[in-house]
């Protein structure tokens, strides 16, 4: 349970220190820290206008995606905390929850009819099928590692015994950081500020939400920034740590990943869409490298 508290604490300033660290490094004074919290409320307070050519399914896809991501956080423990749902095998029930969401957002940008919105919706699809494999082979190398295969008993038997450890969990963090920008269709892969509509991805599949809905959909894209930080953060946190340890690296390992999402959103551009592909596919490369950093591993570990 303490977990999904600190997740949610996490979602509240993890986008809000993202647009922190952009406008400090660009020179501009910019909104606070919990200005995106004060914009989902402002948007759970209005009502959502539909169109009168959509189905029940644009209507219902909001409220899915969201409590695909809440129930996908049921699964993420941390430290010595384990998770509300723990089973084996529960890290493939997480990513099938994360595809589910995924997969009703993208019926209800086809849902609308409108020809852009098939567009970014087709986009979002060859993104998060090209990301699959990086999270199933990191996983699955730690599962290997281990001995076990769900979040809980990974984390927990994972420990630091020398340099190659100390790198699995380095080139992990790295993963997992640049999935969640995928995930979140953040830059390099998507630019959730342009207003371009041949180049919009997720943005363009949300053109015809508001109110309500809207704000659910923002919503749980912040707290899928804080799961995969949550991801993060058990690398590095031992099983035995006491809260007043646990709780304080949590959220500086949260922090820290959402300044580092802004260093890369302020310093980087946006690649060409044909280069997206590739860029994604560099993640199974690096998850594969993690892989073999297993096989080196003593088998005592």
Not at 62 to 90: E, M, N, Q, R, T
Not at 123 to 151: D, K, N, Y
Not at 264 to 276: K, L
Request: a neutral charge; proline letters at 5%.
């Amino acid at each position: 349970m303490l977990s999904l508290v600190l997740i949610f604490l996490a979602s509240l300033f993890f986008p809000g220190l993202i647009r922190r660290t952009r406008s400090i490094l660009s020179g501009r004074k910019g909104p606070g820290i919990f200005q995106p919290v004060y914009d989902y409320l402002r948007l759970f307070r209005k009502g959502a206008v539909y169109s009168h050519t959509v189905t029940p399914i644009f209507k219902l896809a909001p409220v899915v995606y969201f409590s695909s991501l809440l129930f996908a956080a049921f699964f993420v423990p941390l430290g010595s905390c384990k998770a509300i749902l723990s089973f084996d095998g529960d890290f493939i029930v997480f990513a099938c929850l994360l595809a589910l969401g995924k997969f009703f957002l993208i019926l209800m940008a086809l849902d609308t009819g409108s020809s852009f919105e098939g567009m970014g919706a087709s986009r979002e699809a060859m993104f998060s099928f090209l990301a699959e494999p990086a999270f199933f082979i990191l996983i699955g190398s730690f599962a290997l590692l281990t001995g076990h295969t769900s979040f809980y008993d990974i984390y927990s038997s994972f420990h630091f015994s020398g340099p190659v450890s100390y790198a699995l969990a380095m080139l992990a963090g790295y993963v997992l950081l640049l999935l969640a920008a995928i995930e979140n269709s953040r830059l390099p892969v998507d630019d959730p500020e342009t207003h371009l509509e041949l180049t919009m991805v997720h943005e363009v599949m949300i053109l015809d939400n508001s109110g309500f809905d809207l704000g659910l959909i923002k919503y749980a894209g912040s707290l899928k920034f804080a799961v995969f930080g949550t991801l993060i953060a058990n690398f590095f946190i031992g099983p035995s740590w006491p809260f007043y340890w646990l709780i304080p690296v949590f959220f500086f390992i949260q922090a820290l990943s959402a300044i580092l999402i802004g260093c890369v959103e302020s310093f980087g551009a946006r690649f060409r869409m044909s280069h997206n592909a590739q860029f994604i596919f560099t993640l199974t490369a690096v998850s594969l490298l993690i892989f073999f950093g297993v096989l080196l591993m003593p088998a005592s570990f």
